[in-house]
């Protein structure tokens, strides 16, 4: 019995022998043909003599690849610059329209002279008949535009860093994706994937003012922290829903719909929630398997003292004491933030029409509030008068999304907003940051496509737009714009690497991956992967061999380890496997330590 099972071992091992022979005797054969087509290609090549002796003087004198260096910088400037003029916009059917908005409609006797200045801008526009030039002539950094493709559903969430540097979306599809501009080239690829929670849709994600750290909110009960790598920090505990008295809960009990970090304080962030409550969060006051208590509460009534959703929250800039938040039925409350309590100031339930929500609220920095709803306005308030009305409203701005937002410019001479519904094309619509006369819009998609979240960064002066289509667009000017996409988009793809033809990145990822044939690097070893095997194999070309092969190897946990000497026995799992008869090919070498 143990003859016949020696007997079918050493036909195994005969059979496998004659395999990789064969294997390795068709790799040399595919060397030998290249290298004979180079030396024919070589020959039929005529050298003037003259020019050869030229090329040796120059480099015998040590400046044989000056000009040549100038020349590839040149030609890699112009190609930057050809990439870079690839992403101009292009007015198409409803993309740049120069008409006017509805005049803004004065709620106050102060408002009187919005519709004067209307009417002026009016004039101005129709002289105006390339929508480009105009866009030049107010400084608005949208002549060129990039698309970072999220998936399918709408991006319900977005955010970029302070530094300009990093992006985070998320969706309705359940998924987050972080984007790095320095990482990125003119793919325009996410660098890593996650999803918070399985099957919860994400609401809102916001980076703290160092942009190390990113609250997420998404469709349950328990909003978390996770670091700029999108790798998990600390997540709220879920309030008691049985509570008649949600102050005495220490979490929220429905979906947490926005969140807002504190300006002046890192550690301390602020939630809103569909069960009425706002709270305030401690990042320092971790208990314990990294989870967070609230113990700020403030409350939201409807007029008919019912609970009412809230949707949106903001809070004062300057001295982070006023927090204002807007509720399901069009009304805005405040509250006076206390070291220990929430304490209700105001509350306006007209603030929108009845029945509607309040999507968005912005303060600027001289203490005005910003207002959008689904009602189809944008209003201008007195965040310490709420209750004697807006000072400027604008109509006429169909609002489908229920995070739709509006935000300041840089420098808060404008004010821009998206609109969206099903007979509305995806437009961003700039606005006067004073009166919100209407200036001018930037048609970014179709019919059905609507433009949700609305960001502008101060440092790279770039406009970052998501639709409801799954994309997020970024709008740059190529001379008013720095970093951010403008560095990406002038990157080329890199070069293919020899571990893209077998599915890995690196050699630390080579787990599961099948056999595949012999890959060529130039200049350089043959790579051969085997699903549980790696082997190196010189060819006549390469360079004497390093004397250790430790930076080609994979981490411990890996499925696959390199044997310091090709030929020799190859461990897999600790458990040396029968040496393979390949030493003897011609084409092999043994890799000494």
Excluded at 218 to 242: H, I, M, S
Aim: a neutral charge; charged letters at 25%; glycine letters at 8%.
């Amino acid at each position: 019995m143990s003859s016949k099972e020696g007997s079918g071992s050493g036909r195994r091992k005969k059979l496998v022998a004659q395999d990789y022979s064969a294997l390795f005797t068709k790799m040399a054969t595919t060397i030998d043909e290249k290298e004979a087509k180079k030396q024919t290609e070589e020959e039929n090549t005529i050298v003037n003599p003259d020019e050869d002796e030229q090329m040796d003087m120059a480099a015998m004198m040590g400046f044989a690849g000056f000009g040549k260096k100038g020349e590839d910088k040149e030609l890699k400037k112009k190609q930057q610059a050809d990439m870079i003029a690839s992403t101009k916009r292009i007015p198409v059917d409803q993309k740049e329209s120069d008409a006017p908005l509805a005049a803004a409609t004065p709620d106050t006797p102060s408002t009187t002279s919005a519709t004067k200045v209307d009417s002026n801008e009016s004039e101005d526009d129709g002289d105006d008949v390339d929508g480009i030039e105009a866009q030049d002539s107010l400084g608005i950094p949208v002549s060129h535009e990039v698309t970072l493709k999220h998936g399918e559903r709408p991006i319900s969430a977005m955010d970029i860093d302070p530094s300009g540097a990093r992006v985070v979306t998320g969706s309705f599809d359940y998924k987050v994706k972080l984007w790095d501009f320095a990482a990125m080239d003119a793919r325009m690829r996410s660098f890593r994937e996650v999803e918070p929670f399985e099957g919860v849709q994400v609401r809102k994600l916001l980076f703290n003012n160092t942009g190390d750290l990113i609250v997420v909110c998404t469709g349950n009960a328990t909003p978390k922290v996770v670091d700029r790598d999108g790798f998990d920090v600390v997540e709220c505990l879920k309030g008691d829903q049985y509570f008649n008295d949600l102050s005495k809960t220490y979490g929220h009990v429905s979906l947490v719909n926005d969140a807002t970090w504190h300006p002046t304080k890192k550690n301390l962030f602020i939630t809103c929630s569909a069960d009425s409550t706002v709270r305030v969060w401690n990042t320092d006051s971790t208990q314990l398997n990294n989870t967070l208590k609230s113990s700020i509460c403030g409350k939201c009534r409807a007029r008919n003292g019912k609970r009412a959703g809230i949707l949106s929250v903001a809070i004062s800039p300057v001295c982070g004491k006023l927090v204002v938040v807007g509720c399901e039925g069009g009304s805005i409350q405040s509250f006076s933030l206390g070291d220990r309590m929430m304490i209700p100031k105001q509350q306006h339930h007209g603030a929108h029409a009845e029945g509607t929500d309040v999507t968005c609220l912005r303060f600027s920095r001289d203490g005005r509030l910003l207002s959008r709803s689904t009602d189809g306005t944008v209003k201008l308030w007195n965040a310490k008068k709420l209750t004697q009305g807006p000072t400027y409203s604008q109509g006429d701005l169909p609002c489908y999304y229920s995070m739709t937002e509006c935000v300041f410019s840089p420098d808060e001479q404008y004010v821009l907003t998206g609109l969206s519904g099903p007979d509305v094309g995806g437009v961003l619509v700039l606005l006067d940051g004073h009166n919100l006369t209407p200036v001018r819009r930037f048609g970014l998609a179709g019919t059905g496509i609507g433009v949700i979240r609305i960001k502008w960064h101060p440092r790279i002066n770039q406009i970052l737009c998501s639709l409801s289509k799954g994309h997020t667009k970024v709008l740059f000017d190529n001379d008013k714009s720095f970093r951010g996409a403008k560095f990406c988009v002038s990157k080329a793809p890199r070069k293919a690497n020899a571990l893209d033809a077998v599915g890995v990145e690196s050699f630390g990822s080579v787990e599961g991956k099948s056999a595949a044939s012999h890959v060529e690097v130039a200049d350089g070893p043959h790579l051969l992967f085997s699903p549980v095997f790696i082997f190196v194999v010189p060819c006549k070309r390469t360079p004497p061999f390093p004397t250790s092969i430790a930076s080609l190897s994979p981490p411990p946990t890996s499925r696959v380890a390199l044997s310091p000497i090709v030929g020799d026995a190859v461990r897999c799992h600790g458990q040396p496997t029968p040496t393979l008869p390949f030493s003897d090919h011609p084409r092999t070498t043994r890799w000494h330590r």
